[in-house]
């Protein structure tokens, strides 16, 4: 018999985005090389995670026989303290113009990004993921008058992981309490850039090595 203690949350740590670069038709990349520079944010209040499944079951000789759970999406919650404009703006799709001048709410595609979140755990784990294929569904815009004395007023921002590749695989992610987790590695090493694969892993483990 084995008896487990595993770690409890701490808190959440940093958020980290990154653009996708589409390919010429506009589709989704999946390519690690595709993606823009890493943006991190330590402005996270919290994230509330909700996985969107459809549950079937395959019924033989009048039982139940199996049970198959497909993912279809993950749907985030995430609120923020404050969040960089112009980011929200790119995820909104809205149009920036030079002059200063920008315009929001017209019909349009809004682009794909991979979202990443660190989670801190009390006696110093944590976990470290990426969800590659992200879009933004909804935003909060708040606003009301000041008190005496200074209070929150916080933004959440909704956003829709979706299958990043032919497998259905939604998220990538690394946790220190398990057995495989890579030897070295280093949050700053794990967001350089998008993990989608073993091999992006590895290089991102070895980078400056």
Not at 101 to 112: A, W
Request: proline share 3%.
């Amino acid at each position: 018999m084995q008896t487990k203690r595993p770690m409890v949350k701490e808190t959440v740590g940093a958020l980290y985005l990154a653009f996708n670069t589409p390919t010429k038709d506009g589709e989704f990349d999946a390519k690690s090389a595709s993606y823009e520079e890493t943006i991190k944010g330590d402005y996270v209040k919290n994230i509330k995670t909700t996985e969107n499944a459809e549950t079937a079951k395959v019924r033989a000789s009048g039982k139940d026989y199996l049970t198959v759970n497909q993912s279809s999406s993950v749907e985030m919650a995430v609120e923020v303290a404050a969040f960089d404009p112009a980011d929200l703006a790119k995820m909104r799709s809205d149009i920036v113009k030079e002059t200063g001048l920008n315009r929001s709410g017209r019909t349009g595609v809004r682009p794909y990004f991979a979202f990443g979140k660190v989670v801190k755990k009390v006696g110093g784990g944590f976990e470290y993921a990426w969800y590659p294929k992200c879009q933004l569904t909804e935003n909060t815009d708040d606003i009301e008058t000041s008190e005496e004395t200074f209070a929150e007023q916080n933004d959440t921002i909704t956003i829709t992981a979706y299958a990043y590749n032919d497998e259905g695989d939604i998220k990538t992610y690394v946790n220190s309490e398990m057995s495989n987790f890579p030897e070295g590695l280093t949050e700053e090493k794990f967001f350089t850039k998008p993990i989608l694969t073993d091999e992006d892993l590895a290089a991102a483990n070895t980078a400056g090595a």
